[in-house]
């Protein structure tokens, strides 16, 4: 089998995965998780300020395009992502989690920013939810308050990672 | 129009007079309060006390009407059947104060969660739990 690539990791990559003929030999599932980690279908699902940073990611400036990921969807339905973007209160937390019930397997959560991590700066506050992650079970959180779209993007590519890894190790998710 | 006169005048009710008190103050055309522009209340400790402003778009004057209830057993007549304006501002207060509404045709938890938050924000003796306090909920 031969490779011809410059690029040394891609190299390292592909030397592993080609077979005669420069066919790519792979499991199912593996194959699979390159497909979900390289085209989420977030859930348009805006809470609060860090939704703005969102939607600046999706527009032209940052093109979150480049990765497969701009598929907003408006139905939970048609989503396999969900972005907590800002802060969640204790009034808005059933219809959030309906939302999540409703999402399809496999689907993940990302908790966006301070608000949806931790509380942010309202952790004190009685009526706002100290991070989701105590309703929702969450796979990447993103620092910042709000997130610059670099940062939303960098938490969806370390989903991506994250999804592929598990397939390889052949784990759940 | 009439000439721009704001005044806000502050006159006491009771809670069995209240309702009468009001439609006296919205129907009689010496007064005129068509408007209702918020209802709210403050704890005094062992009354909460109720506050409603009126406005009057006839003499565009204000005026601000009070009546006190036990903190123990809040319970007041709703006003919503005068002003419809009355029914978000008392399921506010409703959340934040505890106080019942008698007659409200929808007393669901406006701004609290639906089973509500179990206590009341805005009453004095309620002291917040800080960042750990939340465990348990």
């Known amino acids: 089998m031969e490779v011809t690539t410059e690029n040394p990791v891609a190299q390292s990559r592909l030397s592993g995965l080609l077979g005669p003929e420069n066919v790519i030999v792979t499991t199912v599932e593996q194959l699979f998780a390159w497909a979900q980690g390289h085209s989420f ?3 348009t699902s805006g809470l609060a300020c860090c939704a703005l940073e969102m939607m600046a990611c999706g527009a032209g400036r940052f093109d979150l395009a480049r990765f497969g ?3 907003f969807r408006p139905s939970p339905r048609h989503a396999d992502l969900l972005i907590v973007a800002g802060t969640l209160t204790w009034k808005m937390a059933p219809p959030l989690v309906r939302l999540y019930e409703q999402m399809p397997e496999s ?9 949806a991590s931790g509380g942010g700066p309202f952790v004190d506050s009685y009526s706002v939810v100290q991070g989701v992650d105590k309703i929702l079970p969450v796979d990447v959180y993103i620092p910042g308050c709000p ?6 993007m960098h938490g969806m590519l370390t989903l991506k990672e994250k999804v592929m890894a598990a397939k390889r190790r052949g784990g759940k998710k | ?8 005048g502050v006159v006491e009710s009771t809670p069995a007079a209240l309702l009468a008190d009001l439609q006296e103050l919205r129907d009689n055309a010496a007064y005129r309060f068509d408007r209702l522009l918020d209802v709210t209340a403050v704890d005094r400790g062992e009354t909460l006390e109720l506050v409603y402003r009126l406005h009057s778009l006839q003499t565009n004057c204000d005026l601000v009407v009070k009546a006190s209830v036990d903190s ?3 319970e007041i007549a709703s006003v919503s059947g005068l002003w419809e304006a009355a029914l978000f501002g008392e399921r506010e207060v409703q959340d934040m104060f505890g106080v019942v509404f008698i007659g409200h045709p929808d007393p669901r938890p406006l701004l609290a969660p639906e089973d509500g938050f179990g206590f009341f924000p805005l009453r004095k003796n309620y002291k917040l739990p800080g960042r750990s306090g939340q465990a348990g909920r």
């Open chain 1, 41 to 43: 279908w977030p859930l």
């Open chain 1, 69 to 71: 990921y701009e598929v």
């Open chain 1, 107 to 115: 689907k993940w959560v990302i908790a966006m920013g301070s608000c």
């Open chain 1, 147 to 152: 997130p610059r779209p670099e940062a939303l």
């Open chain 2, 1 to 8: 129009m009439n000439q721009v006169m704001i005044e806000t």
């Open chain 2, 72 to 74: 123990a057993k809040p």
